[in-house]
């Protein structure tokens, strides 16, 4: 383990985590905590987790960032003492915003409400809901959440919460506080990297062109399964209706 992104969701975490990987760097990510380690985390949430789980978990991985790796920065930084850290920050104002609209954006957006009719992103919806609980406090039905409990008190708390402890137990010369918006010079510097000739990167959770993962092949192919036993559902029920007509 060589980084730790200890911010939250929505201060840029993905737009570090695609240019940490353009500096050659493994990153897990959300998505991978899941699809990689669901057990050990569910393990974690409801039982407790131990220094040995996180050495076991990412000994082989350079950065973790995205929930829910960085509820558990200091417990992850025990394990690898070595790590860096970094604290994505971004004005208090603007993340509410994003964070909220992210959340109803997940509540609403077609894919994630289809994707819940295959097991794995059943699974997955499970997944999200305890790393929401585990952040914010507040339990969110995924994908059946027609109250939101996430208002903007619940996240401005959270949030205030997270960075100021972090800022104030992260070894200062281990972390940096970064703002993406301040591009490659400031992250290269700290992680002791050459600064790429071309532009710093821009990701988007909903809207990544390069989204590519085990998982997403496996969704698709449930999916197609679902699709298809519907398919038969309905045409058998068709083929039954038309037969008791004569």
Known sequence: ??????????????????????????????????WYHEKEWKKIFSKGGSIDDFKQMYQDIDVVTDGPSYLFWE?????FPEAKIILTVRDEDSWCESALELYRRIRTHPGFIISCFSPIGWKMSRFLQMTIMAMHGVLESYPFTFNSHLNEMVL???????????????????LLVYNVETGWEPLCNFLGKDIPDKSFPQSDFMHDPNLSHP????????LLIVVYLLVVIIAFGVMSVSCNCF
């Open 156 to 174: 401005r708390k959270s949030y205030r919460q997270h960075t100021q402890y972090c800022l104030q137990n992260a070894p200062k010369e281990k």
């Open 75 to 79: 417990e992850i930084h025990k394990a």
């Open 215 to 222: 998982f997403i092949d496996r969704l698709q192919r449930e």
């Open 1 to 34: 383990m060589k980084v730790i992104v200890a911010g939250f969701s929505k201060t840029g975490t993905k737009t570090l985590a695609a240019a940490l990987r353009e500096l050659d760097y493994e990153v897990y990510d959300f998505v991978d905590h899941f």
